[in-house]
């Protein structure tokens, strides 16, 4: 079975400060679905945001950052656990810094803790080590931290799933005549020196993030599929039904 990455970001995990439930369990519901064809590993945003829930500091201070990801994980795997058990799909959690991918034997151990879940059938959940790693020890956003686990358990692809339907050619929210790219073959430079601007204030990501991570996949010869996260039926329609109907594919031009 290919295996495939499945990153899914904050502003689709939460809404008012919670754990959205019912895109979670959306969420859950497809990746059920998808090990029937696939070997899924899910990376996973939220902790921070579900932190704040229970804990009202300013992320913006590190202190405040690291508290709320360190309350917030629990409640993040717990909301997991119970939409998974649904569906008898056992989990596990990993956390994972960007030093992790610098060191020969940590990638290693990594590569084989990933493939005793998989070949046990258990479901990898990946989220980045915010609580006790320094900012140097950070990729600063799951996108980047989602292309790199790809990379690195031998995944064909990656899905994101965003709150947004893919790349556009302008800023779909300024621009009502903004267009869709359905395939793109190469990330012109100048763009992955944008600042990022994610749509919600507990993300970390934006449009930015995600170029980068399809650069670092496109020239390790990977493919991206990014995609919205509240209306999975564009998903759904290319893994399992191997129809792209929406939504952009980054890859190598064939």
Known sequence: MKRVVVK???????????????????LVTLIAKLRTRYKVILVTSG??????????????????KRALAAAGQPILM???????????????????TED???????VT???????????????????????????????????????????????????????????YDKNPQENKDAKIYKIINEIPQDLLFDESTPNNEFATGGIVTKLKAADFLIKKG?????????????????????????GTIFEVKK
Do not use: W
């Not at 502003?11 to 959306?26: F, S």
């Open 78 to 96: 717990t909301a997991y656990k119970n939409k998974f058990d649904i569906y008898d799909i056992p989990t596990a959690q990993i956390l994972l």
């Open 100 to 106: 992790d991918f610098d060191s020969g034997k940590r």
């Open 222 to 246: 990977l493919k991206m599929f990014l995609c919205n996260g509240f209306d999975l039926s564009a998903a759904e329609s290319y893994l399992l039904q191997d129809k792209h109907t929406l």
């Open 8 to 26: 899914v970001g904050t502003a689709v995990l939460t809404q008012n400060n919670e754990i959205a439930k019912v895109r979670m369990l959306n």
């Open 47 to 64: 902790a921070v945001a579900a932190g704040y829930s229970t804990l009202k500091l300013d992320k913006r201070k590190q202190i405040g």
């Open 109 to 167: 151990m990594f590569q084989e803790i990933i493939d005793a879940h998989l070949d046990n059938g258990i479901l990898p959940i990946i989220n980045e080590n915010d609580i006790s790693s320094t900012p140097e020890q950070l990729f600063g956003d799951n996108d980047q931290l989602s292309a790199n686990v790809a990379h690195a358990t031998g995944a064909e692809l990656l899905v994101i799933l965003s709150d947004i339907d893919g790349y």
